[in-house]
Nanobody, 116 residues
Framework: QVRLVESGGGLVQPGGSLRLSCAAS????????MGWYRQAPGKQRELVAT???????NYADSVKGRFTISGDNAKKTVYLQMNSLKPEDTAVYFC??????????WGQGTQVTVST
């Protein structure tokens, strides 16, 4: 019904940058929110950033000032620009989409590793 395809993860040194992308396709009428969760080894899943259909953004305190979420309405794609990366940012990052009514959908996840 809805497909989310993530890309952009990889290995980067501390202080570096990555940009994650999440492209939505299928029945994507009436999207309420798109955003990103992450899950680090041995830790709870954490909400990183959200972008509402009205343009409102929210960030976890741990990434505020370093990460920026944005969207391309024409492409139905959401991005997560990650700057000044720290080792504690290492996690699998999952894109998600919430429809106004009818469900929540998840991408497959993309690995981000910040290490020397």
């Amino acid at each position: 019904q809805v497909r989310l395809v993530e890309s952009g993860g990889g290995l980067v040194q501390p202080g570096g940058s990555l940009r994650l992308s999440c492209a939505a396709s299928g029945n994507i009428f009436s999207i309420a929110v798109m955003g990103w969760y992450r899950q680090a080894p041995g830790k709870q899943r954490e909400l990183v950033a959200t972008l509402s259909s009205g343009g409102t953004t929210n960030y976890a305190d741990s990434v505020k000032g370093r990460f920026t979420i944005s969207g391309d309405n024409a492409k139905k794609t959401v991005y997560l620009q990650m700057n000044s990366l720290k080792p504690e940012d290492t996690a699998v990052y999952f894109c998600y989409l919430v429809k106004v009514v009818g469900g929540t959908y998840w991408g497959q996840g993309t690995q981000v590793t910040v290490s020397t």
